[in-house]
Protein backbone atom coordinates (compact mmCIF):
# COMPACT_ATOMS: atom_id res chain seq x y z
CA UNK A 1 0.00 0.00 0.00
CA UNK A 2 0.94 3.89 -1.03
CA UNK A 3 1.39 6.31 1.37
CA UNK A 4 -1.35 8.53 -0.35
CA UNK A 5 -3.82 5.23 -0.14
CA UNK A 6 -2.86 4.55 3.36
CA UNK A 7 -5.62 5.85 5.98
CA UNK A 8 -6.01 5.43 9.85
CA UNK A 9 -9.32 4.85 9.60
CA UNK A 10 -9.35 1.57 7.88
CA UNK A 11 -7.60 0.28 11.19
CA UNK A 12 -9.29 2.45 13.51
CA UNK A 13 -11.52 0.07 15.36
CA UNK A 14 -9.26 -3.08 15.48
CA UNK A 15 -6.27 -1.30 16.45
CA UNK A 16 -7.47 1.98 18.91
CA UNK A 17 -10.67 0.53 19.93
CA UNK A 18 -9.75 -1.87 22.28
CA UNK A 19 -6.57 0.56 23.38
CA UNK A 20 -9.52 2.99 24.49
CA UNK A 21 -11.29 0.86 26.48
CA UNK A 22 -7.68 -0.40 28.04
CA UNK A 23 -6.96 3.29 29.00
CA UNK A 24 -10.40 4.20 30.79
CA UNK A 25 -9.68 0.82 33.01
CA UNK A 26 -5.96 1.88 33.88
CA UNK A 27 -7.53 5.66 34.04
CA UNK A 28 -10.12 5.10 37.08
CA UNK A 29 -7.88 3.36 39.26
CA UNK A 30 -3.98 4.39 38.75
CA UNK A 31 -4.60 7.71 40.74
CA UNK A 32 -6.38 5.36 43.34
CA UNK A 33 -3.48 2.61 43.97
CA UNK A 34 -1.34 5.20 46.06
CA UNK A 35 -4.74 6.18 47.87
CA UNK A 36 -5.64 2.21 48.11
CA UNK A 37 -2.32 1.57 49.70
CA UNK A 38 -2.81 4.20 51.89
CA UNK A 39 -6.14 3.31 52.75
CA UNK A 40 -4.67 -0.42 53.82
CA UNK A 41 -1.91 1.13 55.75
CA UNK A 42 0.90 1.86 53.70
CA UNK A 43 3.22 4.93 54.46
CA UNK A 44 3.59 7.55 51.72
CA UNK A 45 6.87 5.86 50.58
CA UNK A 46 5.17 2.15 50.96
CA UNK A 47 2.67 3.60 48.67
CA UNK A 48 5.48 4.94 46.23
CA UNK A 49 7.16 1.48 46.15
CA UNK A 50 3.57 -0.41 45.26
CA UNK A 51 3.11 2.13 42.58
CA UNK A 52 6.61 0.62 41.13
CA UNK A 53 5.85 -3.06 41.73
CA UNK A 54 3.49 -2.04 38.92
CA UNK A 55 6.10 -1.46 36.55
CA UNK A 56 7.88 -4.60 38.10
CA UNK A 57 5.00 -6.49 36.68
CA UNK A 58 5.60 -5.67 33.30
CA UNK A 59 9.13 -5.25 33.43
CA UNK A 60 9.40 -9.19 34.24
CA UNK A 61 6.41 -9.81 31.14
CA UNK A 62 8.01 -7.92 28.14
CA UNK A 63 9.65 -11.03 26.89
CA UNK A 64 6.94 -13.60 27.52
CA UNK A 65 4.56 -10.91 25.78
CA UNK A 66 6.39 -11.06 22.31
CA UNK A 67 6.30 -14.95 22.13
CA UNK A 68 2.66 -15.08 23.20
CA UNK A 69 1.67 -11.84 20.70
CA UNK A 70 3.88 -13.64 18.04
CA UNK A 71 2.59 -17.30 18.64
CA UNK A 72 -0.83 -16.93 19.75
CA UNK A 73 -2.17 -13.82 17.78
CA UNK A 74 -3.06 -10.15 18.92
CA UNK A 75 -6.12 -10.78 19.18
CA UNK A 76 -5.89 -13.21 22.48
CA UNK A 77 -3.04 -11.75 23.87
CA UNK A 78 -5.36 -8.36 24.03
CA UNK A 79 -8.31 -10.82 25.73
CA UNK A 80 -6.00 -12.54 28.08
CA UNK A 81 -4.60 -9.07 29.13
CA UNK A 82 -7.56 -7.43 29.49
CA UNK A 83 -8.96 -10.76 31.64
CA UNK A 84 -5.73 -10.73 33.82
CA UNK A 85 -6.44 -7.13 34.30
CA UNK A 86 -9.85 -7.35 35.71
CA UNK A 87 -8.66 -10.28 38.16
CA UNK A 88 -6.48 -8.09 39.54
CA UNK A 89 -8.69 -5.46 40.03
CA UNK A 90 -11.37 -7.52 41.48
CA UNK A 91 -8.14 -8.36 44.12
CA UNK A 92 -7.86 -4.96 44.65
CA UNK A 93 -11.06 -4.06 45.73
CA UNK A 94 -11.83 -6.88 47.69
CA UNK A 95 -9.08 -7.65 49.70
CA UNK A 96 -8.12 -6.60 53.04
CA UNK A 97 -4.76 -7.18 52.81
CA UNK A 98 -1.89 -5.00 51.79
CA UNK A 99 0.20 -7.73 50.39
CA UNK A 100 -2.62 -8.85 48.11
CA UNK A 101 -3.50 -5.45 47.25
CA UNK A 102 0.50 -5.27 46.00
CA UNK A 103 0.13 -8.71 44.07
CA UNK A 104 -3.24 -7.34 42.41
CA UNK A 105 -0.99 -4.30 41.41
CA UNK A 106 2.15 -6.50 40.26
CA UNK A 107 -1.08 -8.19 37.70
CA UNK A 108 -1.58 -4.49 36.63
CA UNK A 109 1.53 -4.68 35.25
CA UNK A 110 1.73 -8.13 33.71
CA UNK A 111 -1.39 -7.31 31.35
CA UNK A 112 -0.16 -4.24 30.37
CA UNK A 113 3.13 -5.57 28.50
CA UNK A 114 0.88 -8.18 26.84
CA UNK A 115 -1.79 -5.27 25.69
CA UNK A 116 0.92 -3.17 24.65
CA UNK A 117 3.56 -4.96 23.20
CA UNK A 118 1.07 -6.58 20.92
CA UNK A 119 -0.39 -3.38 19.64
CA UNK A 120 3.03 -1.61 19.15
CA UNK A 121 4.26 -4.44 17.01
CA UNK A 122 1.45 -5.00 14.47
CA UNK A 123 1.17 -0.66 13.82
CA UNK A 124 4.84 -1.31 13.17
CA UNK A 125 4.32 -3.76 10.62
CA UNK A 126 1.34 -2.35 8.97
CA UNK A 127 1.66 1.43 8.63
CA UNK A 128 3.80 2.77 6.23
CA UNK A 129 7.23 4.71 7.32
CA UNK A 130 5.95 8.21 6.57
CA UNK A 131 2.46 7.53 8.34
CA UNK A 132 4.46 5.24 11.67
CA UNK A 133 5.12 8.75 14.24
CA UNK A 134 1.10 9.62 13.56
CA UNK A 135 -0.12 6.11 13.95
CA UNK A 136 1.80 5.41 17.32
CA UNK A 137 1.17 8.96 18.55
CA UNK A 138 -2.42 8.09 17.77
CA UNK A 139 -2.24 4.46 19.87
CA UNK A 140 -0.80 6.27 22.49
CA UNK A 141 -2.75 9.40 22.41
CA UNK A 142 -5.74 6.98 22.41
CA UNK A 143 -4.88 5.71 25.54
CA UNK A 144 -4.53 9.06 27.06
CA UNK A 145 -7.86 9.67 25.89
CA UNK A 146 -8.58 6.68 28.14
CA UNK A 147 -6.77 7.67 30.85
CA UNK A 148 -8.74 10.98 30.47
CA UNK A 149 -12.23 9.64 30.55
CA UNK A 150 -11.14 7.17 33.45
CA UNK A 151 -10.33 9.30 36.34
CA UNK A 152 -13.46 11.43 35.63
CA UNK A 153 -15.51 8.31 35.65
CA UNK A 154 -13.66 7.56 39.13
CA UNK A 155 -14.63 10.46 40.78
CA UNK A 156 -18.31 9.98 40.45
CA UNK A 157 -17.92 6.49 41.29
CA UNK A 158 -15.72 6.97 44.70
CA UNK A 159 -18.35 10.15 45.16
CA UNK A 160 -20.94 7.34 45.60
CA UNK A 161 -19.29 4.31 46.51
CA UNK A 162 -15.86 5.10 47.83
CA UNK A 163 -13.00 4.17 46.60
CA UNK A 164 -14.24 0.17 45.21
CA UNK A 165 -16.42 2.51 42.49
CA UNK A 166 -12.98 2.95 40.52
CA UNK A 167 -12.32 -0.55 40.34
CA UNK A 168 -16.20 -1.24 39.21
CA UNK A 169 -15.53 1.74 36.58
CA UNK A 170 -12.14 -0.41 35.15
CA UNK A 171 -13.63 -3.57 35.19
CA UNK A 172 -16.51 -2.65 33.44
CA UNK A 173 -13.96 -1.02 30.23
CA UNK A 174 -11.65 -3.82 30.56
CA UNK A 175 -14.55 -6.55 29.61
CA UNK A 176 -15.60 -3.80 27.11
CA UNK A 177 -12.12 -4.22 25.62
CA UNK A 178 -11.98 -7.74 25.97
CA UNK A 179 -15.19 -8.50 24.47
CA UNK A 180 -13.91 -6.02 21.12
CA UNK A 181 -10.45 -7.91 21.43
CA UNK A 182 -11.96 -11.11 20.98
CA UNK A 183 -14.52 -10.68 17.63
CA UNK A 184 -12.22 -8.32 16.09
CA UNK A 185 -9.91 -10.67 13.50
CA UNK A 186 -6.28 -10.68 14.09
CA UNK A 187 -4.47 -7.92 12.02
CA UNK A 188 -1.77 -10.55 10.93
CA UNK A 189 0.66 -9.12 8.62
CA UNK A 190 1.56 -11.11 5.42
CA UNK A 191 4.18 -12.23 2.78
CA UNK A 192 7.40 -11.48 3.39
CA UNK A 193 6.36 -9.66 7.36
CA UNK A 194 4.48 -12.87 7.55
CA UNK A 195 7.67 -14.74 6.52
CA UNK A 196 9.83 -12.68 8.56
CA UNK A 197 8.30 -13.71 11.73
CA UNK A 198 8.82 -16.89 11.44
CA UNK A 199 12.47 -16.50 10.78
CA UNK A 200 12.40 -14.52 13.78
CA UNK A 201 11.03 -17.66 15.57
CA UNK A 202 13.04 -20.28 14.28
CA UNK A 203 16.85 -18.15 14.13
CA UNK A 204 16.80 -14.91 16.40
CA UNK A 205 17.12 -15.35 20.33
CA UNK A 206 17.28 -12.79 22.84
CA UNK A 207 21.32 -13.35 22.92
CA UNK A 208 21.79 -12.42 19.59
CA UNK A 209 19.29 -9.34 19.79
CA UNK A 210 21.13 -7.93 22.52
CA UNK A 211 24.72 -8.54 20.59
CA UNK A 212 23.62 -7.09 16.94
CA UNK A 213 21.76 -3.89 18.38
CA UNK A 214 24.17 -3.24 21.52
CA UNK A 215 24.58 0.37 20.52
CA UNK A 216 21.23 1.31 20.26
CA UNK A 217 20.27 0.02 23.77
CA UNK A 218 23.26 1.65 25.57
CA UNK A 219 22.43 5.11 23.76
CA UNK A 220 18.82 5.73 23.23
CA UNK A 221 18.09 2.97 25.53
CA UNK A 222 19.40 4.89 28.11
CA UNK A 223 17.46 7.82 27.31
CA UNK A 224 14.56 5.53 26.93
CA UNK A 225 14.63 4.13 30.54
CA UNK A 226 14.86 8.11 31.73
CA UNK A 227 12.44 8.91 30.40
CA UNK A 228 10.15 5.69 31.41
CA UNK A 229 11.24 6.52 35.09
CA UNK A 230 10.19 9.93 34.99
CA UNK A 231 6.42 9.36 33.06
CA UNK A 232 5.93 6.24 35.89
CA UNK A 233 6.58 8.70 38.99
CA UNK A 234 4.63 11.28 37.88
CA UNK A 235 1.79 8.65 37.75
CA UNK A 236 2.81 8.60 41.90
CA UNK A 237 3.78 12.23 42.04
CA UNK A 238 0.29 14.30 41.45
CA UNK A 239 -2.01 12.01 44.28
CA UNK A 240 0.56 11.67 46.92
CA UNK A 241 0.89 15.48 46.52
CA UNK A 242 -2.53 15.78 46.60
CA UNK A 243 -2.53 13.92 49.95
CA UNK A 244 0.15 15.77 51.69
CA UNK A 245 -1.73 18.67 50.83
CA UNK A 246 -4.56 17.10 52.29
CA UNK A 247 -7.18 17.21 49.53
CA UNK A 248 -9.69 15.00 48.96
CA UNK A 249 -9.50 11.78 47.32
CA UNK A 250 -12.00 12.90 44.43
CA UNK A 251 -10.11 15.84 43.92
CA UNK A 252 -6.95 14.03 43.43
CA UNK A 253 -8.89 12.14 40.16
CA UNK A 254 -9.80 15.39 38.87
CA UNK A 255 -6.68 16.82 38.88
CA UNK A 256 -4.82 13.74 37.43
CA UNK A 257 -8.30 13.66 34.95
CA UNK A 258 -7.68 17.79 33.97
CA UNK A 259 -3.73 16.72 33.63
CA UNK A 260 -4.95 13.66 31.19
CA UNK A 261 -7.25 16.06 29.11
CA UNK A 262 -3.93 18.42 28.34
CA UNK A 263 -2.25 15.00 26.95
CA UNK A 264 -5.36 14.19 25.10
CA UNK A 265 -5.23 17.36 22.94
CA UNK A 266 -1.70 17.69 21.67
CA UNK A 267 -0.95 13.97 20.44
CA UNK A 268 -1.70 13.96 16.68
CA UNK A 269 0.06 17.05 16.12
CA UNK A 270 3.17 15.88 18.01
CA UNK A 271 2.82 12.79 15.85
CA UNK A 272 2.53 14.93 12.81
CA UNK A 273 5.76 16.89 13.66
CA UNK A 274 8.05 14.13 14.31
CA UNK A 275 6.79 12.66 10.89
CA UNK A 276 7.57 15.53 9.13
CA UNK A 277 10.64 17.29 10.75
CA UNK A 278 12.02 14.32 12.86
CA UNK A 279 11.92 12.50 16.61
CA UNK A 280 14.02 15.06 17.87
CA UNK A 281 11.45 17.93 17.51
CA UNK A 282 9.29 16.58 20.02
CA UNK A 283 11.32 14.53 22.30
CA UNK A 284 13.56 17.53 23.76
CA UNK A 285 10.78 19.58 24.49
CA UNK A 286 8.69 16.72 26.03
CA UNK A 287 11.28 16.13 28.68
CA UNK A 288 12.31 19.71 28.86
CA UNK A 289 9.03 20.90 29.70
CA UNK A 290 8.26 17.93 32.02
CA UNK A 291 10.97 18.50 34.27
CA UNK A 292 10.25 22.12 34.74
CA UNK A 293 7.25 21.37 35.85
CA UNK A 294 8.42 18.71 38.49
CA UNK A 295 10.80 21.17 39.94
CA UNK A 296 8.53 23.95 40.28
CA UNK A 297 5.83 20.89 41.71
CA UNK A 298 7.07 21.18 45.17
CA UNK A 299 6.13 25.12 45.62
CA UNK A 300 2.20 23.83 44.95
CA UNK A 301 0.60 24.94 48.10
CA UNK A 302 -3.04 24.18 47.04
CA UNK A 303 -5.59 22.29 44.66
CA UNK A 304 -5.05 24.91 41.95
CA UNK A 305 -1.07 25.26 41.84
CA UNK A 306 -0.99 21.67 42.13
CA UNK A 307 -3.52 21.99 39.12
CA UNK A 308 -1.16 24.28 37.32
CA UNK A 309 1.80 21.95 37.69
CA UNK A 310 -0.29 19.02 36.82
CA UNK A 311 -1.58 20.19 33.55
CA UNK A 312 2.10 21.50 32.50
CA UNK A 313 3.68 18.54 33.26
CA UNK A 314 0.55 16.68 31.05
CA UNK A 315 1.66 18.81 28.13
CA UNK A 316 4.94 17.57 28.23
CA UNK A 317 3.74 14.10 29.04
CA UNK A 318 1.33 14.76 25.65
CA UNK A 319 3.82 15.84 22.93
CA UNK A 320 5.66 12.82 24.11
CA UNK A 321 2.67 10.33 23.16
CA UNK A 322 4.08 7.62 20.85
CA UNK A 323 7.72 9.00 21.33
CA UNK A 324 8.84 5.87 22.52
CA UNK A 325 7.52 3.53 20.43
CA UNK A 326 8.28 5.04 17.32
CA UNK A 327 11.90 5.49 18.50
CA UNK A 328 12.09 2.02 19.24
CA UNK A 329 10.07 0.41 15.65
CA UNK A 330 12.54 3.05 13.80
CA UNK A 331 15.15 1.09 15.18
CA UNK A 332 13.74 -2.24 15.15
CA UNK A 333 14.94 -5.11 12.37
CA UNK A 334 12.88 -6.39 9.78
CA UNK A 335 13.41 -9.86 10.97
CA UNK A 336 13.16 -10.35 14.41
CA UNK A 337 11.29 -7.29 15.17
CA UNK A 338 9.26 -8.85 17.87
CA UNK A 339 12.40 -9.11 20.05
CA UNK A 340 13.84 -6.20 19.64
CA UNK A 341 10.50 -4.78 20.53
CA UNK A 342 10.22 -6.68 23.76
CA UNK A 343 13.67 -5.94 24.78
CA UNK A 344 12.63 -2.50 23.64
CA UNK A 345 9.69 -2.17 26.14
CA UNK A 346 11.66 -4.46 28.77
CA UNK A 347 14.49 -1.09 29.18
CA UNK A 348 11.56 1.22 29.32
CA UNK A 349 9.74 -0.84 31.94
CA UNK A 350 12.74 -0.91 33.59
CA UNK A 351 12.52 2.64 34.03
CA UNK A 352 8.87 2.53 34.77
CA UNK A 353 9.73 0.53 38.07
CA UNK A 354 13.09 2.06 39.02
CA UNK A 355 11.56 5.70 38.75
CA UNK A 356 8.71 5.53 41.73
CA UNK A 357 11.02 3.32 43.89
CA UNK A 358 13.72 5.83 43.58
CA UNK A 359 10.72 7.99 45.18
CA UNK A 360 9.75 5.78 47.31
CA UNK A 361 13.83 5.50 48.89
CA UNK A 362 13.62 9.29 48.55
CA UNK A 363 11.14 10.25 50.24
CA UNK A 364 11.53 8.11 53.20
CA UNK A 365 15.31 9.41 53.50
CA UNK A 366 14.48 12.85 52.70
CA UNK A 367 11.25 13.93 51.96
CA UNK A 368 8.29 14.02 49.35
CA UNK A 369 9.33 17.37 48.00
CA UNK A 370 13.07 16.29 47.46
CA UNK A 371 12.32 12.98 45.56
CA UNK A 372 9.97 15.20 42.99
CA UNK A 373 12.80 17.51 42.78
CA UNK A 374 14.71 14.17 41.59
CA UNK A 375 12.43 13.13 39.42
CA UNK A 376 12.67 16.52 37.47
CA UNK A 377 16.72 16.87 37.32
CA UNK A 378 16.15 13.25 35.49
CA UNK A 379 13.72 14.38 32.85
CA UNK A 380 16.26 17.05 31.98
CA UNK A 381 18.89 14.44 31.47
CA UNK A 382 16.67 11.94 29.62
CA UNK A 383 16.22 15.08 27.46
CA UNK A 384 20.20 15.97 26.79
CA UNK A 385 20.53 12.19 26.20
CA UNK A 386 17.77 11.61 23.75
CA UNK A 387 18.96 15.51 21.79
CA UNK A 388 22.51 13.74 21.33
CA UNK A 389 21.36 10.24 20.13
CA UNK A 390 18.54 10.43 18.75
CA UNK A 391 19.13 10.68 14.36
CA UNK A 392 18.76 14.08 12.60
CA UNK A 393 15.76 14.03 10.56
CA UNK A 394 17.03 12.35 6.71
CA UNK A 395 19.65 10.78 8.74
CA UNK A 396 20.22 7.25 6.17
CA UNK A 397 20.84 4.90 9.11
CA UNK A 398 17.27 5.18 10.56
CA UNK A 399 14.32 5.07 10.93
CA UNK A 400 13.28 1.79 8.69
Given at each position: MSDDDFSLRRIALPAFGPTLL??????????????????????PSLAALIVALMGLGALVSNI??????????????????????VLAFVLCAATGSLALFTAGCVMVGMSQAVFSLARQSYLTEAVPLA??????????????????????????AIHRFGLVGAYGVGIVALL????????????????????????????????????????????????????SAVR?????????????LGLEASVAALIYGLAG???????????????????????????????GALLLMPLAAGATTLLLAACVIGFGNGIGSGMVMTIGADHSPRVGRAHFLGVWRLMADIGSSCGPALLSILTAAL??????????????????????????AGDASTPR
Open positions: FGIGEGAILPIIPLGARELGASPASLITMRRGERWAIVAAALWSWRARALSTLGGTMRIGLFIGPFAAAAGAALIGARVPDLAAHGAAAAGRQADAARITLGSTLRDHRRVFLTLGVGVVLVATRQAVIPLWADHGIEMLVFYPAGQLMDRKGRRWVAVPCMTIMGSLGAGVVFVGLMALAAAAQLGYWIPR
